[in-house]
């Protein structure tokens, strides 16, 4: 498929013309763009001006989902009998208050750490002392039940706060903290193993006061939308689904995770319309800008969940673009076979992996597999048997040397090391990485869209039967022409 028309269009300085306005929109907005606030009504309502302004058919589908953010950092200290400042944070979740109380160990905690039993604190309620008439604090201990059993065990029992610390197994001594699923009333917390061993010590030789403290917005049914734009009707029922999630982590702005992949989709999306290409597909392109991902891909998920059997049955295949411009990046491929990961995708996403190998490959440029790990909003469509395949410029993950002697950037250091913070700003972007993945993300949708062979050899809408697979390698019939 020659795509070199759109991707010649599809520059780096559009992209960026979009992520400024990101920019200024989280600047004006508290500094960020999370779903639920108004950094993010606003993303969404630049998008969908873009979008009609190129003419595509937009609609905004609202959803509620439940909201957290943390308004000022976590503190937690012990009072007596030794003042001592912890190393803490926030549980997603976690209610706001100012606590200071005494600290009670569940009575299963498993110190020292052992593998066998993992530790099961908090999970029961026998698990817990009743708590005093003043206010108390329940420290716990990670492993077995969801951190939310444990914190609503903690409250039925009466404390007024909740210190949750690592298991102490290795890889989980670290300072830890999760999400507790829903809004809580009490502030929770988290601590590392050596701290609590210590603090937990400290209560075996008398009395323990503590200060815990949090300050958090929670919302269990804070609305947000996704933004779905459809190209005109196309030769076939099919449609392509093209999507990135808009919002930002609470924390920063979002300009690689993910104003990056939303920008580039958005400039695909009026380039295409520009040079009429959205009239020549052989199957819709739907374009959509998911809410909610970094709140667990709800956005997404609403999307597939509320898709009658007739609308999912005409989804093709879903490709999902989350962070393309991190600063020590890797050309990462969604790993479509299994080939190199634990998971495949469902038939036909080992097509896609090969649309985007083979297009770096004609280009001189190497690739790697990344899991389908269930980060990112491709997970709804592949749990609902759709074909799914991206890219990924690497997050929180550390560069290997040998990945550094082929792409460039630092061994030894994030691939983005703003990666859910403050510091995701305009400045935290790679141009070349924009570039490269940026042409991908356009050849590979528009060659979904206009391939008449499409994922399978004998041009099919589903995976091959043995019969009818041989009989079109008989016919000499080739992967998306």
Known sequence: MDTKKLREAVTVSSILKHERQFQAIADANGGIRASGTPGYDASAKYVVKELKAAGYSVKTQEFTFPFSRELAPAELSQVSPTPTDYETETYSYSGSGDVTGEVVPTNDLVIPATPEPSSNSGCEAGDFTAASAGPSIALIQRGSCTFETKVDNAVAAGYDAVIIFNEG??????????????????????????DAVSLYEATQAGPVTARAFTSTESDLNRKTTNIIADSPKAKTDDVVVVGAHLDSVAEGPGINDNGSGSATILEIAKQMAKSNETKKLQRQVRFSFWGAEESGTLGSEHYVANLSDAQRSKIYANLNFDMLGSPNYVRFVYDGDGSD????????SDAIERVFADYFESQGLATE?????????????????????GLFSGA??????????????????????????ACDTIKNLSTKALSELGDAAAHATLTLGKSKAGLYPDGSRSAPTPKRAAKATQKGHSLVK
């Open 169 to 194: 197994n290795p890889g989980r001594t670290d300072l830890s903290v999760g999400t507790l699923g829903n809004p809580k009333t009490v502030p929770v917390v988290g601590l590392s193993y050596a």
């Open 341 to 348: 990961t634990p998971d495949s995708g469902p038939p036909g």
């Open 369 to 389: 597999p990344t899991a389908f790990d269930g980060r990112s909003d491709y997970g709804a469509f592949i749990a609902a048997g759709i074909p799914a395949g």
């Open 396 to 421: 929180e993950g550390e560069k290997t040397a040998e990945q550094a002697a082929i792409y460039g950037g630092t061994a030894g250091q994030p691939y983005d090391a703003c990666y859910h913070q």
